[in-house]
């Protein structure tokens, strides 16, 4: 399929995720029962369960993490799932990338540009899961109510707003127009924010978006997105550079995954 494999004398091996080497019909979809009506043009009727809604808010680690316990910032922050990679550990990546691999990337590189301050590029897609993607916004809506009702108990609904505001401002997101009859034309993200109380930290409270969340009769854009190769350089010779050269240049870009368009 889309990923590399181990000859043995017995078989064949499969080297990275399942989703790049099996069949999609071989992937067993996460399955829930839910109970969603269809949402009338006044914008009422959306309902699904609860347990529902808590997987998505919450959604389980899918990997055994055993600092949980100690630290309460996002797994993400951790970077646990590098701590376990090849790269960590002193080994190489596979460098063999397939025929598919390497038409996606190039289409990705040529897509590229920039234009007013902003760097633009073409998002890759598995064509053949995006004919799959279905409007989600029953339980995107349910997961609002739940994620307002938590910030008004907190007193702190204002300060979570002022986030998309400020990004408003900033030109990182734009409002869009849509009455209720047209939810079900759109694809909806959910999402719920995090805070962080540290003195070092730059942002006290982010949004957080759950795209990977699917059911059995559809799956989100982020399983229709091709998740690309690693293109990064190597750490290693990064790390000769920096100690060999006379003079270093380090620079932080404010918010730079927010100004990608």
């Known amino acids: 399929m889309n990923d590399t494999a181990w000859q043995t004398p017995t078989g064949i091996i499969p080297i990275g995720n399942t989703n790049h080497v099996l069949h999609e019909e071989q992937i067993n979809p996460f399955n829930t029962v839910t109970k969603i009506q269809n949402y009338d043009q006044m914008g009422k009727g959306h309902s699904c369960s609860d347990s529902f809604v808590h997987s998505i ?40 990338i397939s025929d598919y691999d390497h038409q996606k990337v190039n289409e990705f590189m040529r897509s590229i540009g920039y234009q007013d301050g902003h760097y633009l590029v ?29 910030l008004e108990k907190k007193n702190l609904y204002q300060e979570y707003v002022k986030v998309f505001e400020d990004q408003e401002k900033e030109g990182i997101i734009e409002p869009l127009q849509c009455p209720p ?14 805070f962080k109380n540290e003195d070092t930290s730059t942002t006290k409270i982010r949004p957080v978006f759950n795209c990977s969340f699917k059911t059995k009769n559809f799956i989100l854009l982020i ?38 368009h």
Do not use: C
């Open 223 to 260: 399983y229709a997105a091709y998740p690309g190769v690693n293109l990064s350089e190597d750490m290693l010779n990064l790390t000769l550079r920096f100690r060999t050269n006379k003079y270093i240049f380090l620079a932080d870009i404010r918010k730079p995954f927010l100004i990608i």
């Open 122 to 150: 073409r998002l890759p897609w598995h064509e053949y899961r995006l004919r799959r993607v279905h409007s989600n916004h029953h339980v995107t809506l349910k997961v609002l109510e739940r994620v307002i009702k938590n």
């Open 57 to 96: 808010m919450n959604p389980a680690p899918s990997y055994s993490d055993p600092f949980a316990d100690i630290f309460e910032e996002s797994l993400v922050d951790r970077g646990l799932e590098w701590t376990f990679s090849l790269e960590s550990l002193g080994l190489p990546e596979a460098e063999t």
């Open 181 to 194: 009859e047209k939810y079900k034309d759109y694809v909806w993200f959910p999402h719920r924010p995090v």
